[in-house]
């Protein structure tokens, strides 16, 4: 129980006044008592109140008047009415009108403590709910989102404007990249943001459970359906679903999906009836969407309907300027409490390595090496193998950028290895693979069945 909570009482029984005051007292409230609804209305102009206890019946201004003035002008106090046995439906009207609860008279010690700890335990979540959405809030605010290179400047800026509006937006980048934290940052920096986030990885979902999760099922709708249940549609009324990974998803429910953009309603698995929804949609992909419509996965209308508002988020490599600086976040954010510093060698290792796994690969090796460093300095002896051997991502131009061994070379396996390095580095993207060998997109696709190249299994991410 929350000892320390202030109560304003207002009732014109002036007996029953002095026994509330004193029960109230005696638990360790703060009690503030006034006969009618004018003066209550004054100390809380005056005076900041956890809960107002309010007769119904008064002479002057009675308490549904009061319980309707403390709605409009403090909604964050709550409002306990007090009724006689035999006016129960005016209680009944007050909880509608928006009172946490109602007591009685004869008044009942017990049932008016547990009232009162009630409406406090609900009104510290509601405070507890409010601070955690603003420290979300602040978390996703793009100001957070780290770097000061252009690359980073201009996402952010994109960011801004977009989440002013309630577009669709489809965003692109490479595992590890950021995505999803560009996709809270938009939610948590628009008019939705007191509302949920609803967070979706479509790869990470079977596609034959997909759409009951997406749209929700009745019950008997399918085996193992025992009851109704709200799908993630319905879970995001009024706020933003994100559905990550979105080019895993099946054709057949891509569908569905364009009707739920088209119309702004979905049917439950099962149901007949369609449920009208208000809601943001966000869709991320580490694919190449519009191949993917070329090759006949992905539908060219559902393409186009998420592709309102385009937002690709850079690879690291594109950005190295901005890894000191991340790396002195996670830094602090993993070992807090700790003073570490990084050598300048071990930044310009970052900086030479093509980062395949973008930013959430950097957190892991920083994470790394913090295990395995226990002193107060990152050095070159703990990076991983892999960031030693890594070379430099900027294009090196003139004689001597590729050494040849002084007993020859197979050319094509040269040409094989320069092919896989280039998909590799583009996470297996074929049109950036093609763009950083600078050669059209067929040429590389001639190449890759040439040399029998096969992209490893997606598992999402």
Not at 85 to 91: D, F, L, R, T, Y
Request: one cysteine or more; proline letters at 5%.
């Amino acid at each position: 129980m929350q000892r320390t909570a202030r109560i304003l009482l207002i009732d014109d029984d002036e007996s029953f006044r002095k026994i509330l005051d004193y029960n109230l007292k005696k638990q360790g409230y703060e009690v503030v008592c006034v006969s009618d609804g004018r003066k209550g209305l004054k100390r809380l102009e005056a005076e900041s109140f956890n809960l107002v206890v309010t007769d119904i019946k008064m002479p002057g201004m009675d308490g549904m008047e009061v319980l309707r003035r403390v709605r409009t002008q403090y909604p964050e106090t709550l409002v306990i009415m007090i009724t006689a046995h035999g006016s129960i439906e005016m209680a009944v009207e007050a909880m509608r009108e928006g009172a946490y609860d109602y007591i009685t008279k004869p008044l009942n010690r017990d049932a008016l403590f547990l009232t009162l700890e009630k409406a406090l335990q609900y009104q510290g979540l509601k405070e507890e709910n409010l601070r955690l959405k603003e420290e979300l809030g602040d978390r996703f605010r793009t100001g957070r989102i780290l770097g000061t290179s252009a690359a980073i400047r201009g996402l952010v800026q994109q960011i801004e404007r977009v989440a002013e509006t309630d577009a669709t937006v489809l965003i692109t980048g490479e595992t590890g990249a950021g995505k999803d934290l560009a996709a809270r940052a938009i939610h948590y920096n628009s008019p939705r943001r007191e509302r949920p986030l609803i967070e979706v990885n479509c790869a990470a979902i079977p596609k034959d459970l997909l759409e009951s999760e997406l749209f929700g099922h009745v019950k008997g709708a399918f085996t193992g359906a025992g009851r109704d249940r709200k799908g993630k549609f319905q879970a995001a009324n009024g706020g933003t679903l994100f559905l990550d990974e979105i080019g895993t998803m099946d054709i057949s429910l891509q569908a569905k999906l364009l009707r739920v953009l088209q119309d702004h309603q979905i049917t439950r698995v099962g149901e007949e009836k369609p449920v009208r929804i208000d809601l943001r949609i966000l869709a991320a992909t580490n694919m190449d969407l519009r191949a993917a419509v070329d090759a006949g996965r992905f539908r060219e209308d559902l393409y186009y309907r998420l592709n309102v508002v385009p937002l690709h988020v850079p690879p690291l490599r594109e950005h190295p300027e901005d890894i000191p600086l991340l790396a002195e976040h996670f830094i602090k954010v993993l070992a807090p409490g700790r003073t570490v510093k990084i050598k300048e060698e071990v930044l310009e290792a970052f900086k030479a390595y093509h980062w395949p796994g973008n930013v959430r690969e950097l957190e892991n090796v920083i994470e790394r090496m913090l295990i395995f460093e226990r002193g107060e300095t990152l050095g070159p002896q703990s990076l991983p193998p892999e960031v030693v051997q890594g070379r430099p991502t900027t294009t090196v131009r003139g004689e001597g950028c590729i050494q040849l061994p002084s007993e020859g070379v197979s050319l094509e396996a040269l040409e094989k290895e320069i092919v896989v390095k280039a998909l590799k580095m583009n996470n297996w993207n074929q049109a950036r693979a093609a763009k950083f060998l600078q050669v059209p997109r067929h040429i590389l696709l001639y190449r890759m069945e040439k040399y029998e190249i096969q992209p490893p299994s997606k598992g999402g991410g």
